[in-house]
């Protein structure tokens, strides 16, 4: 029961973007980047993409960008199967029961764990209560009704987690550039060294067979081994 007062107490707002999250000055740059198809056509990048290659990140900014990216992922997060099936539970109160024996149902409700697994709780929720409200439903639902009512939505959120993932990876990289790994000096005279010295034995050997001298061969061998 606890779960079910958690469910319909819980504030949906499925249709509420994650433009709130940032400031001003990303929310043109984060409609746009909701709109962009990620593909590049003949070598021409789209609007998105040319915008952000000019765009310089503030650290507050960046800040605000980390902010989004997180909560953008905790609204794509999956329902677990335990929300999934206090979910239907409930809905199915509202329709005449499925008349199955207890094998069959089993199998029934794994494909409905299925087929809404990768949802998250909040838009099944808001997809179980329009179905409910809609008159026109005498029945339960199959999965598929309750999907096509949130898929716009659960579409825009996987849109802001792109971009937001390109914006972030692009504020970061002007910030917080990654380190160039530094290599000692006498580490590389030394490796340049041995390079050196394998490719002096295999030239020297090579003139020495071409001019016919054999003892050159079994003295190369050893200097290697």
């Given at each position: 029961?606890?779960?079910?007062?958690?469910?319909?107490?819980?504030?949906?707002?499925?249709?509420?973007?994650?433009?709130?999250?940032?400031?001003?000055?990303?929310?043109?740059?984060?409609?746009?980047?909701?709109?962009?198809?990620?593909?590049?056509?003949?070598?021409?990048?789209?609007?998105?993409?040319?915008?952000?290659?000019?765009?310089?990140?503030?650290?507050?900014?960046?800040?605000?960008?980390?902010?989004?990216?997180?909560?953008?992922?905790?609204r794509l997060k999956p329902a677990k199967i335990e929300e999934i099936g206090v979910l239907l539970g409930r809905l199915s109160l509202h329709y005449a029961p499925i008349t199955a024996?207890?094998?069959?149902?089993?199998?029934?409700?794994?494909?409905?764990?299925?087929?809404?697994?990768?949802?998250?709780?909040?838009?099944?929720?808001?997809?179980?209560?329009?179905?409910?409200?809609?008159?026109?439903?005498?029945?339960?639902?199959?999965?598929?009704?309750?999907?096509?009512?949130?898929?716009?939505?659960?579409?825009?959120?996987?849109?802001?987690?792109?971009?937001?993932?390109?914006?972030?990876?692009?504020?970061?990289?002007?910030?917080?550039?990654?380190?160039?790994?530094?290599?000692?000096?006498?580490?590389?005279?030394?490796?340049?060294?041995?390079?050196?010295?394998?490719?002096?034995?295999?030239?020297?050997?090579?003139?020495?067979?071409?001019?016919?001298?054999?003892?050159?061969?079994?003295?190369?061998?050893?200097?290697?081994?």
């Open positions: 029961m606890s779960k079910i007062v958690q469910f319909k107490n819980q504030e949906l707002k499925p249709w509420e973007g994650m433009t709130q999250c940032l400031p001003a000055s990303l929310k043109p740059l984060m409609e746009l980047g909701k709109t962009d198809s990620g593909i590049i056509r003949k070598g021409v990048y789209s609007q998105f993409e040319s915008w952000l290659s000019q765009k310089t990140f503030s650290r507050e900014e960046l800040s605000a960008l980390e902010c989004a990216r997180s909560e953008a992922d905790k024996d207890e094998n069959k149902m089993r199998l029934i409700m794994e494909d409905y764990f299925e087929d809404l697994g990768g949802i998250p709780a909040d838009l099944l929720q808001y997809a179980c209560k329009q179905y409910r409200q809609n008159h026109e439903n005498q029945y339960f639902p199959k999965a598929s009704a309750l999907l096509k009512l949130v898929k716009e939505a659960f579409s825009d959120r996987k849109k802001e987690m792109r971009a937001i993932d390109k914006m972030l990876h692009t504020a970061q990289l002007q910030i917080s550039p990654p380190a160039i790994p530094q290599i000692s000096s006498s580490s590389f005279h030394l490796k340049e060294a041995k390079n050196e010295g394998t490719i002096d034995v295999f030239q020297r050997l090579a003139v020495e067979l071409a001019n016919g001298n054999k003892t050159a061969e079994a003295k190369a061998h050893v200097r290697l081994s």
